[in-house]
């Protein structure tokens, strides 16, 4: 595991998931699992037909075949040499570095080369609290929702802003160990994988692209069903929300609270 400065290794915490968002992972218009467990389980099988005799140019123009979805912003590279660490597809990371090639280092072969990639951590490790990350951390084991939720920071904040707030109390860490109460929570960061009101096209979180340009995505609310924003719009955002009517804003906000609420009843349920 590289080395970090902070208390929590959010790219690769653990041998049963890892996060590569910051490569590039999921700036595809088609970001499906799918189709990304395709696209890195075709990149890790090339790389490693190579053996010990790595050809750059060779690997890129057969690499490149396998990429079939356009990308979402053309100003992000999606580095061609992400794939799968382990022979068990659960961590995600770079296939040239050193600790996949017997310590020699090849990532000078990527856009980015070795020093930025080493130094580079994603805003998630300064805005997340210490007790976020490890609740993140905690709960997920699964490369694919790890690596959507461990980088949507207002996802993550306001779910817990909201159960402590109905709580009235700070929450114990310690207790977000409880496996009840872990369930919980990976049933509400799993929405961000299965919700029923994700816009389909051109959207990854709070952003949608449109010719090659990005901005963060709102809801009119009053524009269309004059009301006000819904107590939970930054949640409703993060989840590239995309309502056709008011009937499908409310069924939302009962699901979400829904989900709070069950965490909080397990909270609860386990400190008892």
Not at 1 to 28: F, I, T, W
Not at 184 to 199: C, D, G, I, S
Not at 211 to 224: M, N, T, W
């Amino acid at each position: 595991m590289p080395d970090s400065p902070y208390p929590v290794h959010l790219c690769q915490p653990d041998a049963r998931k890892s996060c590569g968002a910051c490569c590039g992972l999921y700036n595809y218009q088609d970001h499906s699992r799918s189709y990304l467990q395709d696209l890195l389980g075709k990149r890790t099988e090339l790389y490693a037909s190579f053996g010990n005799q790595f050809q750059r140019e060779e690997y890129q123009m057969k690499e490149a075949s396998f990429e079939t979805s356009p990308k979402l912003l053309e100003a992000i590279c999606n580095c061609e040499f992400l794939g799968f660490l382990d022979p068990g597809k659960k961590r995600v990371g770079c296939l040239l570095h050193p600790s996949q090639n017997q310590g020699e280092e090849l990532r000078y072969h990527s856009y980015y080369g070795p020093a930025l990639c080493a130094d580079h951590f994603c805003p998630s490790y300064s805005h997340l609290t210490v007790a976020e990350q490890k609740a993140v951390v905690g709960v997920l084991d699964d490369w694919y929702l790890y690596g959507l939720v461990v980088t949507d920071i207002d996802l993550v904040k306001e779910f817990f802003r909201h159960a402590q707030e109905r709580m009235g109390d700070c929450l114990d860490p310690k207790r977000l160990n409880d496996e009840s109460v872990q369930k919980t929570v990976r049933a509400f960061f799993a929405l961000k994988e299965h919700w029923e009101f994700a816009a389909r096209t051109n959207r990854l979180g709070k952003y949608y692209f449109s010719f090659s340009e990005y901005q963060i995505a709102r809801i009119d609310y009053e524009k269309k069903w004059k009301i006000k924003p819904s107590r939970f719009d930054k949640i409703l955002v993060s989840l590239s929300s995309e309502f056709s009517s008011l009937e499908e804003v409310k069924k939302a906000e009962f699901d979400i609270d829904g989900k709070i609420q069950n965490f909080i009843d397990a909270y609860r349920k386990g400190g008892a």
